[in-house]
């Protein structure tokens, strides 16, 4: 079991995804675990992009992850984080397989609509940064 962390991006809320990409995760068998909307303040997109904090498109990225709110979950599956990444598809849409989110919804490398951990340790680090234990023990309900 994995754990990856799912952001619908500003231009997501706004091209109204929501609904479009959690049926995706769903319809890939990707378990929501945790599941939060909330608005990025500079100081928390920059500590999540530390790692591009010397690229040249830092403080755009910081920019456009703050212009508005933000839904950001945990998903669990079985090899969830190459799963997800196959879902959503190339960072730069223009290179993104055909049928995959980023391809059909993204307007360019740096809007592109979601975020996909890119690594297993990556997936505990980034669902850490935004759920606490709690959230993600969570146990499903069985009927
Ligand atoms: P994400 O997968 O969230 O990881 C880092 C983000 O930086 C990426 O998606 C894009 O939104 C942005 N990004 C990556 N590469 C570039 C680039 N070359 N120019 C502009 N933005 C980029």
Do not use: W
């Amino acid at each position: 079991m994995e754990k990856t962390l799912l952001i619908i991006k500003p231009d997501g809320i706004q091209k109204r995804l929501i609904g479009e990409i959690l049926r995706r995760v769903e319809a890939a068998g990707l378990a929501i675990k945790a599941m939060r909307m909330l608005q990025l303040d500079r100081r928390t997109a920059g500590r999540f992009y530390a790692v591009h904090k010397e690229k040249p498109f830092y403080h755009s990225l910081v920019e456009y992850m703050t212009s508005g709110p933000v839904v950001v979950a945990a998903l669990e599956g079985i090899n969830a984080v190459s799963r997800f990444r196959a879902l959503i598809g190339a960072t730069d849409p223009d290179k993104a397989e055909e049928g995959t989110i980023r391809r059909l919804f993204a307007d360019s490398i740096e809007r592109n609509v979601v975020h996909g951990s890119d690594s297993t340790e990556n997936g505990c680090i980034e669902t850490s940064f935004f759920f606490g234990t709690a959230d993600l023990e969570m146990v499903e309900s069985t009927e």
